[in-house]
Structure formats: structure tokens, C-alpha cells
């Protein structure tokens, strides 16, 4: 994995395997290839129904790596994630049981429907792709991808994610109901007996391997340049959204090196060996809609998350 060819076919093949199972969806989709050649985690937010589970269970088996998913309710504790020690009474030892976070893609469903204590254990998971258990650090995948999914109309019985671990997320990804003609071409599909969640998803090749992900990963930032007047820009669109009059606190530094990140998998995406201004715009809101907060006087205001990042967008200029 030492060329942008390499990256890209790797790329290709990916993106092939997700069209295969997922119909439509396609900013989606690129959005996630982004984030997994980038090395983050992503947050899914759309209603129940629109593949979220299938899309992070058909990249699971594409990229050949270990698959976990956990259904996050109200009463899941610390130890339902992590595992715990067991006494062998034959032995007279204590053995450990991993938890399902030990894994390499890991799919968090309802994230926002477990406490926060829960959400706590899984922050060290993302951020430190290991866990303390019992005193003891135990190592998890150093390809750990945490796919969290949650709904954005069903608030009652929730905890919202708090401020430190929605930082955690490299992007936040909105996933609308798929188009008509993507809905149609689904339902022709299980009218002839393919069911996508099964045996298309059984049927895919894996195109590469956890060691691969690893060595694309860190071949991203060799293979593809950022000129200085983009890291300019890049960091004016952060910083700006600090600055307005209507949000209560904005991005901080890790958004700047994600929204960095994210724009260099874009551009290898894309095939390209340079950033452009084009690939840092389209995923500024990604980067940066879950790490913006609005004053409470804007909220009441009905002032809208969307509209004031948009400002933010356009009040900086473009670099040629």
C-alpha cells in the first residue's frame, strides 16, 4: 500500500461491495469510506429502517475484520461492554471474558439510550482502543471502527451524548430515507428472493484485510498532500465557529485534524494526490455540526445549527 493507485483500488472495491447490498445512499456511503480510511468513528442519525445496521455489517465483511454489535438500552452496564473476570473453580483463577467492544468494527446501536456511565467506558474504548477492567489496561483492535447509531425524533428514555464524546466522533452523518428509485430497486430484490442482509452480505469477497486497513491508513497522509493555504483554511472554518455571536461553545483542535484527515481520504476517494477546496467544504459540516453548540438565546430564538454553519462557511474565503 504505497500509492495513490493502490488506495484507490482499494477504494473502488469497497464502494462496489457496499452497492452491492446497500441501494442508494451514496453520500453516505462515501462519507463512511471516508471516515474509515481516515481512522475515526461515525455517528449515524436517521430514522429506524434506513440500513444503518447493514451498511456497518457489509463493511465488516469487506474489509475481512471481526463484527460486534450491541443493542444499547437503559439498563446496559459498564461490564456488559467490556467483559469481566470469571472464577474457575477447576483452576482456582480468575479468567477474563471479553466483552463484545473487543472487536474490530463495532456497531453501538441507540448509543443515546444507554446512561452515561456506559457511554463513559465506551469513550476510553474509541479513544485510547483499549479498556481498564478491573485494574488491568487490556488492548482492543489498533483498527478499532465505532459505527453508533442513534434516532433523531424519539428523545423520551434517552441520554444525550455529552460534549467530550461527541468530540470522539470524527463525523456525524445524517441518513435520510432512501430515494424512490433506490427504494423500488430494493424491494425488486427481495421480491426475487435475494435478501440483502443475508446472503448478498454472506456472498461478499473480503478485498483486503485488518493489516491492510492499517497500512492504508497510515499510507493516507504520504500519498496525499495539503498545500499551505488550505491548512489556512481549514483552520479559519474551525475557529470561525467560535467566534459567532449565536453558539455557546465552538469546534476545537481535534476538529481542525479530523476535518484534515477527513479532506485527505476524500481527495484519495476521488483520486487525487492533493486536497481541494471542494473536499474540505463538503465535509466541514460532518466535522463540525456534533462539536458546535448554540446559546440558549439562540435556541430560543429558533435559530437553526445548520443555517449558522453555513454563515460561518461563507463568511470565509476560499482559497484558489
Excluded: W
Amino acid at each position: 500500500m504505497n500509492d495513490l493507485a493502490d488506495l484507490q483500488r482499494l477504494a473502488t472495491d469497497l464502494r462496489a461491495g457496499l452497492d452491492r447490498v446497500v441501494m442508494g445512499q451514496d453520500a453516505v456511503k462515501e462519507q463512511v469510506l471516508v471516515a474509515l480510511l481516515a481512522g475515526g468513528h461515525v455517528l449515524l442519525e436517521g430514522e429506524p429502517g434506513t440500513a444503518k445496521t447493514l451498511l456497518a455489517l457489509t463493511l465488516a465483511r469487506l474489509i475481512g475484520c471481526r463484527f460486534n454489535r450491541i443493542q444499547f438500552t437503559p439498563d446496559l452496564m459498564p461490564v456488559d461492554l467490556l467483559g469481566t473476570s470469571v472464577f474457575d473453580p477447576a483452576t482456582r483463577t480468575f479468567a477474563f471474558h471479553p466483552g463484545p467492544v473487543f472487536t474490530d468494527v463495532l456497531l453501538a446501536d441507540e448509543i443515546n439510550r444507554t446512561p452515561p456511565r456506559t457511554q463513559s467506558a465506551l469513550l476510553e474504548c474509541m479513544q485510547e482502543s483499549a479498556a481498564t477492567i478491573d485494574g488491568v489496561r487490556r488492548p482492543i483492535s489498533e483498527a478499532l471502527f465505532v459505527i453508533a447509531t442513534q434516532n433523531p425524533v424519539e428523545f423520551e428514555g434517552t441520554y444525550p451524548l455529552p460534549e467530550a464524546q461527541r468530540d470522539r466522533f470524527l463525523l456525524k452523518i445524517a441518513v435520510p430515507f432512501p430515494a424512490a428509485a433506490d427504494e423500488r430497486a430494493m424491494l425488486g430484490a427481495y421480491a426475487e428472493g435475494r435478501r440483502l442482509h443475508e446472503t448478498t452480505v454472506a456472498g461478499l469477497t473480503p478485498v483486503m484485510d485488518l493489516a491492510g486497513l492499517v497500512a492504508a491508513r497510515h499510507a493516507l497522509t504520504a500519498v496525499v498532500r495539503v498545500d499551505g493555504p488550505l491548512l489556512d483554511y481549514l483552520m479559519a472554518l474551525v475557529r470561525a465557529t467560535r467566534e459567532d455571536e449565536a453558539v455557546r461553545f465552538g469546534a476545537g483542535p481535534r476538529a481542525t485534524l479530523a476535518l484534515l484527515t477527513c479532506s485527505r481520504a476524500l481527495a484519495c476517494l476521488r483520486g487525487r494526490d492533493f486536497v481541494s477546496p471542494d473536499d474540505i467544504k463538503q465535509l466541514a459540516h460532518g466535522v463540525l455540526v456534533h462539536r458546535v453548540a448554540l446559546t440558549a438565546e439562540a435556541e430560543m430564538e429558533g435559530v437553526r445549527l445548520d443555517d449558522v454553519l453555513q454563515r460561518v462557511f461563507t463568511r470565509i474565503e476560499v482559497p484558489r
